[in-house]
C-alpha cells in the first residue's frame, strides 16, 4: 500500500514538474497593464526654499530599454523620403541599348607632351605636395565605363543634404499630452490615444491650479514580466528643453558673434593650409594633431535634449507570500535654471536633482510620488488582449 502510494506521489510529482513550468510561463507571457502618468511642476524656486538637495553630475539621458516619446515626436519617416520624386534625376543607362554606344578612342601609351623633347619628357616630375593632399581627399565621381560625363559638383553634398532633410528640429519644449498614432503594437510598448486617457479630468484640475505646470501626461500599454531584473524601462521626460542654454554639465552656453566665428573659421583654415604646405616635414599624424579642435571639442560638450524632467521607469510584477504585486521604480532628474552669486560675479547653471523611489502598488489605484519640486501621478490597469 504504502509503495503504491508512493509510486501515484511520484507520479503527481512528475506531471506537476512538467505542466507547472509551462502554466507560470504562459501566465507571465499574458500579463499586460496599461500605465497613465502625469507629471507637473510646483512652480517652486530652488534658492527659494530652506531644503537642500543633493545634485548630480550626470546630465547625459539615461540607457533605457524603450524610447516610446521618441516615436511620436520623431517618426521614421525613412520610407517616405525614399518614395520621393529625385529632383534632377539621372539617366538609367541600364536603358541605353549596345548600338548607341560608341567606343572611345584609343590612345598609345606614350604621348609626349607638346613642345617638349623625349629626354625632357622621360624626367620625373616633381609632385607637389599640397596638391597631392588635396586631391586624396577630393570626392571621387563614378560614372559609367562607356560615356565621359562632366563631374557634377552639385552632386557632392548629396548624403550631406540627405541627412539634413532627414533629421528633426530641435523641440524647444515638448507637447504635454503625449497622443499616440492608434496602432495596437502587439509586440512591445506603444504609447495610447489621448481618448483612452482616464485620468484627464484629474490632468486638468491640475492645470487650472496657479502654481502648478503639467510636464507631461501619456499612457502607454507594455508587457510586465516578473522579476525586478526582468523588467523593461521606459524613457520618461518633459517640460522644457534647455540645450540651446546649458551644456552637458549644467553650465550655461555663451554666444559666439558671427565675427568671431568667421575668423575662427579662418584661423582654422590657415592652419590647414600651412599643415599641407609642410607635410613633407611632417607625418600624416603630426598634421592631424596641428589642426585646430576647438570646433570639435565644442560639439562634444553640447547635448541635444536636456530635459525639464527626465528620467526612467520600471514596472514589474514580484511574488510576495505567493501572491503577485505589482512594483514601481522611478529614476528622474528634476532641472532648474539657477544663479549663483559670489563677492565679483554672477554665474548661471542648471541644477540636476536626483529622484529615486521604490514602491509596491495595486492597480486600478491612483498613486502618487512626492518631492518638493515636482510631483508624479501613476496609475496602472490591467490588460487582457483579445
Given amino acids: ?35 497613465e502618468v502625469v507629471i507637473f511642476d510646483r512652480g517652486q524656486g530652488l534658492q527659494e526654499i530652506a531644503e537642500k538637495f543633493v545634485e548630480s553630475t550626470e546630465f547625459t539621458p539615461k540607457k ?24 534632377n534625376p539621372e539617366p538609367d543607362w541600364r536603358l541605353i541599348s549596345a548600338e548607341e554606344v560608341y567606343p572611345l578612342p584609343t590612345l598609345p601609351d606614350y604621348v609626349p607632351l607638346a613642345g617638349s623633347t623625349e629626354e625632357e619628357s622621360a624626367q620625373p616630375v616633381e609632385l607637389d605636395p599640397v596638391r597631392v593632399w588635396l586631391d586624396a581627399f577630393a570626392p571621387e565621381v563614378l560614372g559609367p565605363a562607356f560615356d565621359a560625363q562632366i563631374p557634377r559638383t552639385d552632386c557632392f553634398d548629396t548624403h ?16 504635454v499630452v503625449i497622443d499616440g498614432t492608434g496602432k495596437d503594437e502587439s509586440w512591445g510598448a506603444h504609447i495610447l490615444d489621448a481618448e483612452q486617457h482616464s485620468l484627464t479630468e484629474l490632468s486638468q484640475r491640475i492645470r487650472r491650479e496657479r502654481k502648478l505646470t503639467r510636464l507631461l501626461h501619456m499612457a502607454w500599454r507594455q508587457p510586465v514580466a516578473f522579476g525586478k531584473d526582468n523588467a523593461k524601462t521606459i524613457r520618461l521626460y518633459g517640460g522644457q528643453n534647455y540645450a540651446d542654454r546649458f551644456d552637458a554639465f549644467g553650465n550655461a552656453l555663451t554666444e559666439t558673434p558671427i565675427t568671431d566665428v568667421a575668423s575662427e573659421m579662418e584661423s582654422s583654415l590657415q592652419a590647414f593650409t600651412y599643415a599641407l604646405a609642410t607635410s613633407d616635414r611632417l607625418t600624416p599624424e603630426q598634421i592631424i594633431q596641428r589642426i585646430p579642435r576647438q570646433s570639435i571639442q565644442d560639439e562634444a560638450t553640447t547635448l541635444n535634449e536636456l530635459w525639464q524632467i527626465e528620467g526612467a521607469m520600471k514596472v ?31 554665474r548661471a547653471r542648471l541644477a540636476n536633482i536626483p529622484f529615486s523611489q521604490l514602491r509596491r502598488v495595486i492597480s486600478t489605484q491612483l498613486h502618487y510620488f512626492d518631492h518638493p519640486m515636482f510631483g508624479v501621478l501613476v496609475e496602472i490597469r490591467r490588460y487582457k488582449k483579445p
Fill in 316 to 346: 514589474y510584477l514580484q511574488y510576495v507570500n505567493r501572491v503577485p504585486y505589482l512594483h514601481i521604480e522611478n529614476d528622474f532628474l528634476y532641472r532648474q535654471p539657477i544663479k549663483e552669486r559670489n563677492s565679483s560675479s554672477e
Fill in 64 to 87: 533605457t530599454d524603450w524610447d516610446i516619446i521618441n516615436t511620436v515626436t520623431k517618426p521614421n519617416v525613412s520610407w517616405l523620403l525614399q518614395s520621393l520624386p529625385v529632383c
Fill in 160 to 175: 550631406a543634404l540627405f541627412h539634413n532633410t532627414s533629421s528633426y528640429p530641435k523641440l524647444e519644449q515638448l507637447p
Fill in 1 to 35: 500500500m504504502i509503495a503504491a502510494i508512493g509510486r501515484s506521489a511520484a507520479h503527481v510529482g512528475l506531471l506537476l514538474s512538467v505542466v507547472l513550468p509551462s502554466f507560470v510561463v504562459l501566465a507571465e507571457e499574458d500579463w499586460w497593464f496599461d500605465v
